[in-house]
């Protein structure tokens, strides 16, 4: 996700000597990377001239914290192998984890209400009135048993609207090409780097526009696409984003009635 509300899988020691080694093995075998500190700076409008893998890294840590708290309606069109329908839904996103999402039926009825937060996971189905907090894998949308939405992927698409959290335990390269810089992260697994995401930046506004997550295993698992780009109280916020997964289910998220940084409470992540 783009946020922390899907942990990263990433190993809690200090780097050695030997993953510094890697690291710079890493950077020099993608070709392109950025080593040297010194490009222009970085900004939101207008051609910044070139950057380097520090100007790319400091601008998206900046924009994501930027934003503290989100709040908006969102339609959502999803389309799975067992079905596809269309729903609204309201997301409130609290960082660094917390995050609900309603979702409604066409006369505004809760269908679901799911709840992740400390990286747990709750629904709570109100026409049945129950609460599921075990085994949580498939959600059904618009009531239909045979049309499900993956969570995993449902909360990496809803966190990616929070922008690109980047862990400072994940290893980090940049390449570069004619039309993108392209930013490499990746993780340490028994002292070997495994790919985590990679991030796709237009060059002249260096907003995000691709993002892919890999599976433990270096796989890729979900392409997000970040579209249609509005300013929203003066900060330019992508109103469409777009999700492909490995298992052929497809996301799009429409956003508005956008807020940033509103006042949520513990409260507004509760059941009630």
């Known amino acids: 996700m783009g946020s922390p509300i899907m942990r990263s899988p990433v190993c809690a020691r200090k780097r050695t000597a030997m993953d510094l080694a890697g690291y710079i093995f890493?950077?020099?075998?993608?070709?392109?990377?950025s080593v040297?500190?010194?490009g222009a700076p970085v900004q939101e409008v207008g051609f910044p001239g070139e950057a380097d893998l520090e100007?790319?890294?400091d601008l998206l840590d900046r924009r994501y914290r930027e934003i503290s708290a989100l709040k908006a309606l969102?339609?959502?069109r999803a389309e799975t192998p067992q079905g596809k329908g269309t729903f609204h839904g309201i997301l409130l996103l609290q960082k660094p984890d917390q995050l609900r999402f309603q979702g409604l039926d066409p006369l505004g009825r809760a269908v679901f209400d799911l709840v992740a937060m400390d990286e747990q996971v709750q629904i709570y189905l109100p026409r049945e009135n129950r609460v599921l907090t075990e085994g949580i894998d498939r959600l059904p949308f618009?009531?239909?048993?045979q049309a499900l939405l993956k969570v995993d992927d449902l909360l990496e698409v809803l966190g990616a609207s929070g922008g690109a959290y980047l862990d400072p335990e994940l290893i980090p390269a940049l390449e570069k090409d004619p039309s993108f810089y392209i930013l490499y992260l990746f993780y340490l697994k028994e002292s070997q780097a495994v790919l985590f995401k990679k991030l796709w930046l237009e060059r002249i506004h260096f907003r995000l526009v691709k993002e892919e997550v890999f599976d433990?295993?270096?796989?890729?698992r979900i392409t997000i696409f970040f579209e249609d780009y509005k300013k929203v109280q003066d900060q330019w916020r992508p109103l469409r984003i777009r999700a492909q997964t490995q298992d052929s289910q497809q996301l799009s998220l429409d956003y508005s009635e956008i807020q940033l940084n509103p006042q949520l409470?513990?409260?507004?992540f509760t059941f009630r």
């Open 74 to 76: 969102v339609k959502v």
């Open 142 to 145: 618009l009531g239909q048993d």
């Open 265 to 268: 409470e513990i409260k507004d």
């Open 55 to 57: 100007d790319v890294m």
């Open 216 to 220: 433990p295993e270096g796989q890729k």
């Open 36 to 38: 040297k500190h010194g």
């Open 26 to 33: 890493l950077v020099l075998f993608l070709g392109g990377c």
